[in-house]
Every structure is written in structure tokens, then in C-alpha cells.
């Protein structure tokens, strides 16, 4: 699997990114008369069935059988989704914030408060967190295996400017009660928004993460709701992104101490 891996059913979530740029500098300052932008992501059509895996190592810890949901939906409202407001240099701090993956899997994201996102992936129950979330260029990202057996940490960006090749960042062990650093590179990222994480010992062990310059994000939650708040007025382009479903764009105008409703509507086969 060395070099490049297959696209595990995501090159239509990739394909629509084409060349972007990743890097760019951020400065926190206080926003003054800042706007909302609240919404709903929603999903019509036939919800893709859940992969089944049987579980060939470390059954004492990871379980005999395990599932992953690439997409999730409740009442016709889809979780998961990345939303993302594009060209904002200035403006409110990071947030700390948690997001666990789904049982039986433990695996929490751990995001800082600050200046930086400081993404921080504590893997549980054979699970490195929840299947989507966000990630820095140029900032160290902390695993912490809290699990008895090893993982063999895989990670892969897009090589190509159509996201139809992906290629592989780091490749290592990743031994029970450690801590290991790896840092995802704006030079590595600059033709992709996005970073699978992958276990190459539990092939169910899997993750996607959209690349983020700003703390101007947010992720639908199970009725499909999501808020980004204090933001400094103006027009900008907002994206919401699912790694099985592709990418929505339309541009928002956010007004001095107002609030922007935007929808998103994804669908299936």
C-alpha cells in the first residue's frame, strides 16, 4: 500500500476539489458586530447500507465484527457534513472542542482553543474518532493510542489535481500508551482539502478530514444542523463537504449583527 491507495468509494468527494490552496496566514482579533450563519444539511435519496468488517486481529480488544456509517442520516437530515466559510484571514479564536466516534469505537477528536486548531486524535476501541472532521496544514497532529494493541497509523492526501489518486503521507506504528506527532504540510496538501486517516492492522479504522484555515467551520450535527458564529461581515463562498457525497458551494452575505439561514441538500442513488 505503499505510494498510493485506492479511493475506498470517495473519488466523487474528491474529484469536485480540484487545485486549492491550503496555506495561508490567520490572525485572532476581536470581531466587532459580527453575523451568524446557521442551517441545515439535508440528504434525499437512498441512504448508502453501512460496511461490514470482520475483524481479523486483536479481536479481544477491537470485537469480533465492526460497521462504518458513511453516511448518516435521521428524518431525511444528514450528520457529518463539513461546512466551511472560505476567505476569512482575521477574526474570532479556535474553540476548544470534542467529537466521539460512534459506539463501540471510543476514539475521540480533540480540538484546542488559541490561535491554532491543535487537533489532537485520541484513539479508543480500535477507532480513531468520528468519520469526518477538520485539520490544520503546518500544525503537529497529536495521536494518543489508549488501546492495548498497536495501530499502524496510514495517512493519504490527494496527489493529483482531480483528487482521483491519493498518496501517502506517514506510515507508522503507533504502540499502546504513546504518543506520536506527525505534521500534515501546506506543500503536501496544496493540490487537496482533504486527509484520510486509515489503520493498515483494522481496515474498519477510518476517518476523513477537510483541510481548514480558520476557525469559521463548523459540523452538521444528527438533525443536520450547524452554527458559525461571530463573523466579520461580508460576502464569502460557503462549502459543505461530505467525503461520501461530494461538495455544495453558494456564496453568503453576512450583515453587521445579523443572522444568514443557508441549506445544503445532498442526495443519493
Request: charged share 20%.
Given at each position: 500500500?505503499?505510494?498510493?491507495?485506492?479511493?475506498?468509494?470517495?473519488?466523487?468527494?474528491?474529484?469536485?476539489?480540484?487545485?486549492?490552496?491550503?496555506?495561508?496566514?490567520?490572525?485572532?482579533?476581536?470581531?466587532?458586530?459580527?453575523?451568524?450563519?446557521?442551517?441545515?444539511?439535508?440528504f434525499e435519496g437512498t441512504v448508502p447500507p453501512?460496511?461490514?468488517?470482520?475483524?481479523?486481529?486483536?479481536?479481544?480488544?477491537?470485537?469480533?465484527?465492526?460497521?462504518?456509517?458513511?453516511?448518516?442520516?435521521?428524518?431525511?437530515?444528514?450528520?457529518?457534513?463539513?461546512?466551511?466559510?472560505?476567505?476569512?484571514?482575521?477574526?474570532?479564536?479556535?474553540?476548544?472542542?470534542?467529537?466521539?466516534?460512534?459506539?463501540?469505537?471510543?476514539?475521540?477528536?480533540?480540538?484546542?482553543?488559541?490561535?491554532?486548531?491543535?487537533?489532537?486524535?485520541?484513539?479508543?476501541?480500535?477507532?480513531?474518532?468520528?468519520?469526518?472532521?477538520?485539520?490544520?496544514?503546518?500544525?503537529?497532529?497529536?495521536?494518543?493510542?489508549?488501546?492495548?494493541?498497536?495501530?499502524?497509523?496510514?495517512?493519504?492526501?490527494?496527489?493529483?489535481?482531480?483528487?482521483?489518486?491519493?498518496?501517502?503521507?506517514?506510515?507508522?506504528?503507533?504502540?499502546?500508551?504513546?504518543?506520536?506527532?506527525?505534521?500534515?504540510?501546506?506543500?503536501?496538501?496544496?493540490?487537496?482539502?482533504?486527509?484520510?486517516?486509515?489503520?493498515?492492522?483494522?481496515?474498519?479504522?477510518?476517518?476523513?478530514?477537510?483541510?481548514?484555515?480558520?476557525?469559521?467551520?463548523?459540523?452538521?450535527?444528527?438533525?443536520?444542523?450547524?452554527?458559525?458564529?461571530?463573523?466579520?461581515?461580508?460576502?464569502?463562498?460557503?462549502?459543505?463537504?461530505?467525503p461520501a457525497l461530494g461538495l455544495k458551494r453558494?456564496?453568503?452575505?453576512?450583515?453587521?449583527?445579523?443572522?444568514?439561514?443557508?441549506?445544503?441538500?445532498?442526495?443519493?442513488?
Amino acid at each position: 500500500m505503499k505510494g498510493k491507495v485506492c479511493c475506498l468509494g470517495l473519488v466523487c468527494a474528491l474529484a469536485v476539489l480540484g487545485s486549492v490552496s491550503v496555506a495561508g496566514a490567520y490572525d485572532v482579533r476581536e470581531v466587532e458586530g459580527g453575523g451568524t450563519i446557521s442551517g441545515r444539511v439535508s440528504f434525499e435519496g437512498t441512504v448508502p447500507p453501512s460496511k461490514q468488517f470482520q475483524v481479523k486481529k486483536d479481536q479481544e480488544v477491537c470485537g469480533t465484527e465492526r460497521s462504518v456509517h458513511e453516511v448518516s442520516v435521521s428524518d431525511g437530515w444528514l450528520k457529518g457534513a463539513v461546512v466551511v466559510l472560505e476567505g476569512v484571514t482575521s477574526g474570532k479564536q479556535f474553540v476548544s472542542a470534542h467529537s466521539r466516534g460512534e459506539e463501540p469505537g471510543e476514539g475521540v477528536f480533540h480540538y484546542g482553543e488559541g490561535t491554532h486548531l491543535s487537533l489532537e486524535i485520541l484513539t479508543k476501541g480500535c477507532n480513531f474518532g468520528p468519520f469526518t472532521g477538520v485539520l490544520a496544514a503546518d500544525e503537529p497532529v497529536r495521536f494518543l493510542n489508549h488501546d492495548r494493541v498497536k495501530h499502524i497509523l496510514h495517512t493519504v492526501s490527494s496527489k493529483d489535481d482531480k483528487g482521483l489518486i491519493l498518496r501517502t503521507v506517514h506510515n507508522r506504528e503507533i504502540r499502546p500508551d504513546t504518543v506520536v506527532e506527525e505534521t500534515f504540510t501546506a506543500g503536501v496538501l496544496k493540490m487537496s482539502h482533504v486527509v484520510g486517516v486509515h489503520c493498515n492492522r483494522h481496515d474498519f479504522m477510518q476517518s476523513w478530514l477537510y483541510v481548514v484555515t480558520s476557525p469559521y467551520y463548523a459540523i452538521s450535527d444528527r438533525e443536520g444542523g450547524f452554527t458559525i458564529d461571530q463573523v466579520p461581515p461580508g460576502q464569502y463562498e460557503l462549502i459543505a463537504w461530505h467525503p461520501a457525497l461530494g461538495l455544495k458551494r453558494q456564496t453568503v452575505t453576512v450583515s453587521q449583527g445579523d443572522r444568514a439561514e443557508v441549506t445544503f441538500a445532498f442526495s443519493g442513488k
